[in-house]
């Protein structure tokens, strides 16, 4: 939410509607997105990305990387 007011020039009250707005994933807007700049669109992106995955998915994601229980059979095919 920071970063949208260093890069776009709006109001704070708009600013943090439309970044709670895209964190939340509710989808509403106070009509200002297509006013913001590339960068305000990308960090947008960002927050819609990060609302729709979920923070704890994403942590899971990205932090539990332990080796699979599962061990497959290997046997050699003769032709």
């Known amino acids: ?3 949208l007011t260093l890069v ?3 109001s ?8 709670s707005s895209a964190l939340g994933t509710v989808g ?3 009509g200002i997105t ?3 700049s ?10 819609m ?5 979920g923070p704890v998915s994403l942590a899971i994601a990205l932090l539990s990387r332990q080796p699979s ?3 497959f059979a290997e046997e050699d095919v003769v032709l």
């Open 12 to 19: 704070i009250f708009e600013l943090i509607f439309e970044a």
């Open 8 to 10: 776009d020039n709006h």
């Open 69 to 71: 229980a599962i061990q």
């Open 28 to 30: 509403l807007s106070m």
């Open 49 to 53: 990305f990060v609302g729709r995955v």
């Open 38 to 47: 590339y960068a305000g669109k990308l960090v947008i992106i960002g927050l």
């Open 1 to 3: 939410m920071y970063l």
């Open 34 to 36: 297509s006013a913001l």
